[in-house]
């Protein structure tokens, strides 16, 4: 669907007037003009209301449809066999799937339809509907027969002769909006008629989730979302030109169009942060489409989330590649509080392996262990005693007292405390911890890092160490030890009346992972099954690695893409590791510095599959006199680059509020109040990195409308209005901070405040006179 330009029709027809004038191929009416361009506007709604409302009946009845299908799977589950319960199983999966995608598809059934210069009349909406006799009341959108309601031009107009969108409210349509694609080919009594009505849709008030946009995806949109479905697909524009809804509908495209693919193994949509995961989560539901996973890239790691963005410095070196053999290093090292050597006492001979022994058994293990440390714990422990049998064997001990050296050492307190501080079981964040002593970061580092950067990272893991908490990045390196450290063992369940022997890793009463002592638990009139030391160690080897992978997917959606740095993309290629990928970017917008890096992280996660790019170029989010403002920023931030065009004016010119050495937070809320009684809708303020509190508390006990947040969590968001505080604090955190103010400027639909200390400096670069707060 093309677009139109400020304040002209949508496209198409040429359309000097004012608007709600309906125009005809032939000439109007003389008058009186408004009203008879009223009646004849009100007759084509009325007609379009009598399709839609029997499209609205049939959809009841499909519905209807549904309900009963289920039922009935319901009902073959009573008849019992195997067979018939997995029947059932599919039946009712599908029929609620189905119905789940007609309860969604109540909202704006019917949005669209075309005339085409065959005298056909397709209705298109969010599903495809029959009436009773099979005939087509409504194409579904994603359908090949309704790819001219969105490719067709009056340059192409692809048989159509009119294109129309149909507005409704409810099951009411209450103003449709045409475009003459075809003049020449339109019928002598064809009326068209029409008044801006999507750029009114654009401005509509924000409400802080996003809407889809079936009904009015531009031309340049609707090339990617139907992109073919056999390479990846890279959709590049400026801020608010669409990505991230192209990307949603483009997933509910192949789902709808390649379900046995997609639907299958699972599509993930992964966003900076939780704020706009939450944001975008109503979008595939409004589709239809309940099935996609929506993570953010804080929490893709099961039982981890994290809560704050390192700073730049630290950032860099987290997020770059040399973390891998670091990491790995840091796996292999000798954990810290491990024993140097082990002294053990059997029948009055001490048996001792020392620390030149143990580094050397150590070593061994590693270069065995396949799936990590964590896989070796049966292994370690057997490697020990064995050394210690050779140690007793070569001072005398014959063979037949093998089996009972093993059973006593290996039933001691003495050696299950050993084994636990000597080859712990570990978890990532346990490694993470670890490197908080900067010796430890330093071996790891193997001296490729300087002291100050040595600090700076263990500073960090102090800090998680002490707290808990972690950072975005610490989650790509936890995912990224995962796999190093290998999967924990997993311990059978405890089951009531079940003597603990029956666990594989209880040797003699102990559990050889943790060194608890469990001899209690079994009562001692129980007939115990009598096992060798040797069966025990058998068994435990057998089911010691049963941890689940990271789930893999068959398509997974990456929003700004841009800031990922090449640990994060080793995170998602562990997911997607057979999957085709659709990727946004904006590369102006980026927080990461070293882009090069990260691209070539990505093209590594995107494999050899074709790849399909597409370029959007109209900014469908910012008023004109916004993105003016924002123009001149992205001129100095990435020089040369071209900014999308606005195709809306009417929003409120930028204002810039000055104020005094810590006036700040009463600025912005003396903002942000004003803002209030200017818009319905949400209010932003984005501060600089790390810098929220003190807006926050100046703002608390404001309605929820008003959002607080840093300008890294801003990214994708929109508001109705945008508040941004001290833009020099936030270009000067890092040297992508120009980048990241442009993001920030580029939040609003309608007003926009930048309150700052530094009045000459924000003056010149946003090109707008300050006033006083
Ligand atoms: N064809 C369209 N019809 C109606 N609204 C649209 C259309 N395309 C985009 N929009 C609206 O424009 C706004 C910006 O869209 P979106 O957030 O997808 O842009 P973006 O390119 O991802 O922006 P950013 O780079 O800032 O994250 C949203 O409100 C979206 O609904």
């Known amino acids: 669907m093309p677009l139109p330009s400020p304040g002209q029709q949508p496209s198409g027809a040429p359309a000097p007037d004012p608007a709600t004038t309906p125009t005809a191929p032939r000439p109007a009416p003389a008058a009186p003009a408004a009203d008879a361009a009223a009646h004849v506007k009100q ?271 630290v950032a860099r070196l987290k997020g770059a590649t040399a973390m891998v053999p670091l990491l790995r290093r840091a796996v292999d090292d000798t954990p810290a509080g491990a024993p140097r050597e082990l002294r053990i006492r059997h029948r009055g001979t001490e048996v001792v392996l020392d620390a030149r022994t143990l580094r050397g058994i150590r070593r061994d293990l590693l270069h065995r262990a396949r799936r990590g440390p964590n896989s070796q714990r049966v292994a370690a422990a057997k490697a020990v005693l064995a050394a210690l049998w050779e140690r007793l064997a070569s001072r005398g001990a014959g063979r037949g007292e093998k089996e009972a050296f093993l059973e006593d050492v290996a039933a001691r307190d003495e050696f299950a405390v050993f084994l636990d501080t000597w080859w712990p079981l570990v978890k990532p964040l346990d490694i993470l911890r670890g490197l908080a002593d900067p010796a430890r970061l330093d071996r790891a580092a193997r001296g490729r890092l300087g002291r100050e950067q040595i ?77 060798t030391y040797a069966d025990r160690m058998a ?59 990260s691209a070539a992280a990505m093209s590594d996660a995107l494999g050899e599959r074709r790849r399909h790019e597409f370029v959007l170029t109209t900014n469908y989010r910012n008023p004109a006199e916004i993105a003016r403002v924002a123009a001149r920023v992205l001129e100095r931030a990435v020089p040369g680059a071209t900014p999308a065009r606005a195709v809306r004016t009417g929003g409120e010119p930028p204002r810039l509020v000055a104020t005094g050495p810590g006036g700040m937070p009463d600025a912005v809320r003396a903002a942000v109040t004003g803002l209030l009684d200017e818009v319905e809708g949400t209010v932003g303020v984005v501060a600089p990195v790390g810098g929220t509190a003190p807006y926050a508390a100046a703002l608390a006990g404001f309605p929820a409308r008003v959002q607080v947040m840093d300008a890294l969590d801003a990214k994708g968001l929109e508001f109705d209005a945008a508040v941004i505080a001290d833009p020099r604090e936030i270009a000067e955190q890092a040297p992508s901070g120009l980048r990241t103010l442009y993001v920030a400027l580029t939040r609003a639909t309608r007003s926009l405040v930048v309150v700052t200390e530094d009045q000459d400096w924000a003056a010149d670069l946003m090109g707008v006179e300050p006033a006083r707060a």
């Not at 059932?88 to 704006?108: I, Q, S």
């Not at 099935?291 to 390192?310: C, E, K, M, Q």
């Not at 992978?549 to 841009?562: F, L, N, R, S």
């Open 455 to 531: 600090e700076l990272l263990s500073a960090s893991w102090r800090h998680t160490a002490a707290t808990g908490d972690v950072s975005f990045l610490d989650v790509a390196l936890m995912d990224e030890l995962d796999g190093l450290v290998g999967p924990l063992p997993r311990p059978r369940p405890k089951i009531a009346g079940v003597p603990e022997e029956d666990n594989p890793y209880i040797v003699d009463g102990y559990d050889i992972f943790t060194g608890e002592a469990v001899r209690a638990a079994a009562p001692a009139d129980e007939i115990r099954e009598v096992t």
């Open 43 to 313: 007759r084509e709604i009325d007609a379009e209301q009598r399709h839609v409302d029997r499209a609205y009946e049939r959809l009841d009845a499909m519905r209807g449809e549904a309900q009963a299908l289920m039922r009935e799977g319901y009902k073959q589950a009573q008849v019992g066999t195997m067979g018939s319960l997995v029947e059932r199983d599919t039946m009712v999966f599908r029929a609620e799937l189905w119905a789940r995608t007609l309860d969604a598809a109540d909202d704006g059934l019917v949005f669209g339809r075309l005339d085409l210069h065959t005298g056909d009349v397709w209705h298109i909406g969010r599903v495809g509907v029959r009436d009773a006799d099979s005939e087509i009341l409504v194409v579904d959108w994603r359908a090949p027969a309704a790819e001219s309601f969105y490719q067709a031009t009056p340059e192409d107009p692809r048989q159509v002769v009119r294109r129309r969108v149909l507005h409704c409210r409810g099951h009411k349509v209450v103003d449709v909006e045409d475009d003459l694609l075809d003049p020449e080919n339109a019928p002598d009594d064809l009326v068209v008629v029409g008044d801006g009505a999507f750029l009114a849709a654009l401005s509509r008030t924000r409400d802080g989730s996003m809407r889809d946009i079936v009904a009015t995806i531009q031309q340049e949109q609707d090339d990617a979302i139907r992109a073919p479905a056999d390479g990846s697909v890279i959709v590049r524009g400026g801020p608010g030109t669409g990505k991230t809804a192209v990307a949603l509908h483009r997933v509910a495209y192949l789902l709808f169009r390649h379900r046995q693919r997609f639907g299958s193994r699972g599509v993930l949509v992964v966003g900076p942060n939780p704020r706009f995961t939450a944001y975008i989560e109503r979008v595939l539901p409004s589709l239809g489409e309940g099935g996609a996973v929506l993570h953010s890239l804080g929490d893709l790691v099961d039982g981890t989330t994290a809560n704050h963005h390192d700073s730049a410095a």
């Open 539 to 597: 068994r435990a080897g057998r089911t010691r690695d049963e941890a689940e992978e990271p789930a893999e997917y068959a398509h997974i959606v990456v929003d700004e893409a841009q800031d990922l740095a090449p640990m994060q993309w080793r995170m998602l290629k562990r997911r997607g590791r057979h999957a085709t990928w659709t990727i946004v970017e904006d590369p102006a917008q980026s927080a990461w510095e070293d882009l090069g890096a």
